[in-house]
């Protein structure tokens, strides 16, 4: 809980240490003062008070000296990313009895939370509150950080405790708690949120309703993002082009692109003039639909309207070419862009790249990697796991994994996907022990196993019958919070069924029941194979034409498995 965590004693020092320096600096102030209006210059009193005020100075530079010492300490150290130094720099300060830098503890407790020392942030607002002057910035960096990892209610009560402590939130406070929870899909409690800044007397912004329109676009639809929109005016806030640009990719989302065209040309009106990205969301909408033709139109209004295309309108250009085939085209288009004085990125290069790859050209998009480096780009790991991928998929194993382990040498390490990838690799490859020393090495390197990973891992143990170890491994997906898919539970019939266990592919199929998974096509056909390759034919099309009948599988399906499980002449007028 917060309030623990919060607690003063947390710390090993006292709450109110005493300020030794500054005690003795003010007692001296007092008694330098000579009670003799005309004093006598050779008189003892007057050279006693001199020396009394040369040592409060010598005691206030000292003290000034060290504390300027500390404070470029702590600065150096939150700089150089040595949160940890930081923090016992800013215990020692406080323990000296000086006064917390209220923006530089901000920037610590930022650093903290972006290296998920939680604990940690939690203990520099403490020591803010306890010892010097926190502020609304100060604030906002904890409820920033805790709705970054998804920890929502600690946010708030976070806010809470701002509150308590004579803070209010403003809007940036507000932006921050709307924007999480919209991001993570809970735009009914975002909408709620709202509703507490309004009632707070806390203006919102343009900011405020831009966020609240891309989510309840996704959620809730263009229509409802323009009553939005209306609400917005009615309060005298003016959009921008990021609004106006998330309503145009709303439109386009839904389909909608003569409205979204109407709308773009009505923006002078609103004044706005329509950039770049505008033209780029509709671009991408038109060539979706694979609508080229509307697309060189809307590209001749651009240039009439001297609007310059960027990297991203190259870029789609470019994606687009490749997905229908024409990749040479692509190329063309990539010299054009270069030669026009733009410079493409990663994002560019990687549709090239696929399409190399599902070519099957794996020397052309290994080359192309290079070529990348040497002018500039360097690659990152999406280009990579595409050649990885191909190359397994094409049995390359060993060229795979000679890549892979360049990979920490170019300033780019491989992610989940690329892991996943080296894993099925190496262990089709009959490499079990290098694939399972992957699996080691995967988590020792800090990269967390997700679903495909669990999914991989089910899929080769079955596949070579170790299907207990299989078993045994979706239970450890549960226990660390993945929720099997149907993917996994039919990974782990068809194990059961291969082997055999027909008694237990039932069993995992009432639990996957149980818990909510609903099985599909694929679920039931394995079913019923399993019966028929284990020699329950009748059994098999008993079960087959039920599920049939439940329209669970197709007629096609039904066919299919009387043709894989033909039953004697005798018992054929039955089925």
Not at 133 to 147: K, L, M, R, T
Not at 215 to 223: F, K, Q, R, S, Y
Not at 313 to 337: F, H, N, P, Q, W
Not at 387 to 403: F, P, W, Y
Request: charged residues 25%.
């Amino acid at each position: 809980m917060i309030s623990a965590e919060f607690s003063p004693t947390f710390f090993p020092f006292n709450s109110h240490p005493k300020h030794t320096a500054v005690s003795h600096y003010h007692c001296s102030v007092i008694t330098c003062r000579n009670p003799n209006p005309n004093p006598n210059p050779n008189s003892k009193t007057s050279s006693n008070v001199k020396l009394s005020t040369n040592l409060n100075s010598t005691h206030l530079q000292t003290r000034n000296y060290k504390e300027t010492h500390f404070i470029k300490l702590l600065n150096r150290s939150c700089k150089a990313g040595k949160y940890e130094e930081s923090l016992n720099f800013l215990e020692a300060m406080v323990g000296r009895g000086y006064k917390p830098d209220v923006i530089l503890c901000t920037k610590l407790i930022k650093g903290l939370f972006n290296s998920k020392r939680v604990e940690m942030a939690l203990k520099v607002i403490q020591i803010l509150e306890s010892y010097g002057e926190p502020d609304v910035f100060a604030y906002n960096a904890v409820i920033s950080g805790f709705c970054k990892l998804n920890q929502i209610d600690s946010a708030n009560q976070v806010l809470d405790r701002m509150k308590n402590h004579g803070f209010s939130p403003d809007v940036v406070t507000y932006n921050i708690l709307i924007g999480s929870l919209c991001s993570r899909g809970k735009l009914s409690l975002a909408m709620k949120m709202l509703r507490q800044l309004l009632d707070d007397d806390c203006n919102p912004t343009v900011i405020t309703y831009t966020i609240l329109i891309e989510a309840t676009i996704l959620e809730g639809g263009i229509d409802e993002a323009m009553k939005l929109l209306d609400e917005m005016l009615d309060r005298g806030l003016r959009p921008d082009m990021y609004t106006y640009n998330a309503i145009i990719r709303g439109l386009c989302r839904e389909g909608m692109m003569d409205e979204a065209f109407e709308f773009v040309r009505s923006l002078p009106s609103k004044g706005c003039k329509p950039d770049v990205i505008s033209y780029n969301i509709l671009l991408r909408a038109l060539l979706n639909q694979r609508r080229w033709g509307d697309g060189e139109r809307l590209m001749t209004e651009m240039f009439s309207r001297k609007c310059d295309l960027n990297a991203v309108t190259y870029s789609i250009l470019i994606s687009s070419l490749c997905r229908d085939g024409k990749v040479d085209e692509a190329l063309s288009m990539l010299k054009i862009m270069v030669e026009s004085g733009l410079t493409p990125d990663a994002f560019t290069f990687d549709p090239l790249i696929s399409a190399f790859c599902k070519e099957g050209r794996l020397d052309v998009a290994i080359s192309f990697l290079d070529y990348m480096i040497s002018s500039g780009c360097l690659p990152d790991i999406v280009n990579y796991n595409t050649v990885l991928s191909a190359l397994c998929k094409n049995g390359n194993a060993d060229e795979a994994m000679q890549i892979f382990e360049r990979l920490g040498d170019t300033g780019c390490p491989p992610d989940v996907s690329t892991y996943n990838t080296m894993i099925s690799a190496l262990w089709y490859n009959k490499e079990k022990e290098k694939a399972l020393n992957m699996v080691s090495e995967m988590i020792r390197q800090g990269v967390e196993p997700d679903e495909i990973t669990y999914n991989a891992l089910i899929s080769c143990l079955c596949r070579d019958g170790l299907v207990d170890e299989a078993i045994g491994l979706l239970e450890s997906m549960e226990n660390n919070g993945f929720i099997p898919t149907v993917i996994t539970y039919n990974i782990v019939l068809l194990g059961l069924c291969k082997a055999h266990r027909i008694d237990e592919a039932i069993h995992v199929l009432d639990e996957m029941v149980e818990k909510g998974c609903k099985p599909n096509q694929t679920t039931y056909i394995l079913l019923v194979e399993g019966f028929g390759f284990s020699g329950k034919r009748a059994e098999a099309l008993d079960l087959g034409n039920l599920l049939f009948k439940m329209r669970a599988i197709s007629e096609e399906s039904i066919k299919r498995l009387k043709k894989t499980f033909p039953l004697p002449d005798s018992q054929e007028y039955l089925y």
